[in-house]
């Protein structure tokens, strides 16, 4: 799988609070809690935990990914506990690792997995949020969501407490099939429809990836952004 990335401050934050990595393998989206001390030390960390965990196991499974953002979460939450300016600090984290036409995935938090295939985008993770849940049961609209006041409230995040939940799966894929993973910088401006016309009209990774980008500057960018890009 060939892929780009990108990740930009926005217009408003004063640092970048997101990571990403791209490996042989492997895409990874990280994005520090935004109002806690440490984000962008946890989202860091979680990079870095991760990639060195995924370069040193082999094969590449489900279960590896799973084990790699547990192994990133123990690190992040031992760090807070040895420096108390650092409680609460904590990120999401989005792994893609295609291998032999198999996607495996796992996440924690709102950063997403999007699979583009035969003209359809499908989002493959569930956002752990506030405004998710209550779109779930039923109080909120799905147009509500991107101008509800509790949008970056997440209920689940990497490093925070000592153990974690992480979701996770597999599918198919084929040649062909692009995906993307993003922070909530870019899905708080771009609904499933912009990403959708975004890749069903030009073919490039590279200026999908620019094209977005410049649409969430355009409209304010406020969060940072985050996107990878990649075909198998």
């Known amino acids: ?34 109002g806690y001390k440490g984000g962008a030390l946890a989202s860091t960390l979680a990079i ?23 192994c990133a979460n123990t690190s992040i939450s031992r760090r807070a506990k040895e420096e108390p300016a650092l409680k609460g600090m904590g990120t999401t984290a989005v792994i893609a690792s295609v291998v032999n036409k198999t996607l495996y995935w796992a996440n924690v938090g709102d950063s997403r997995l999007y699979v583009y295939s035969n003209h359809q985008l499908e989002q493959i ?50 040649s062909g099939d692009r995906i993307l993973l993003c922070s909530d910088g870019l899905t708080g401006y771009a609904d499933d429809t912009i990403i959708a016309d975004t890749l069903e009209q030009i073919s490039s990774d590279e200026e999908a990836l620019n094209h977005l980008m410049s649409m969430v500057y355009d409209l304010g960018a406020s969060d940072n952004v985050t996107i990878i890009i990649g075909t198998v």
């Open 1 to 34: 799988m060939k892929s780009v990335g990108m990740s930009k401050i926005g217009l408003v934050r004063k640092q970048n609070e997101d990571r990403f990595a791209i490996t042989r393998t492997s895409c990874i989206v990280t994005d520090g809690m935004g």
């Open 48 to 70: 870095d935990e991760i990639v060195h965990f995924l370069e040193s196991h082999s094969p590449i499974q489900q279960s590896t990914l799973i084990d790699a953002i547990t």
């Open 125 to 174: 993770t569930t956002d752990h949020s506030m405004v998710h849940q209550l779109y779930v049961d039923g109080h909120l609209k799905k147009e509500e969501l991107l101008q509800h006041p509790q949008r970056n409230l997440l209920t689940r995040a990497v490093g925070v407490e000592s153990t974690v939940q992480v979701d996770s799966g597999e599918i198919s894929v084929q």
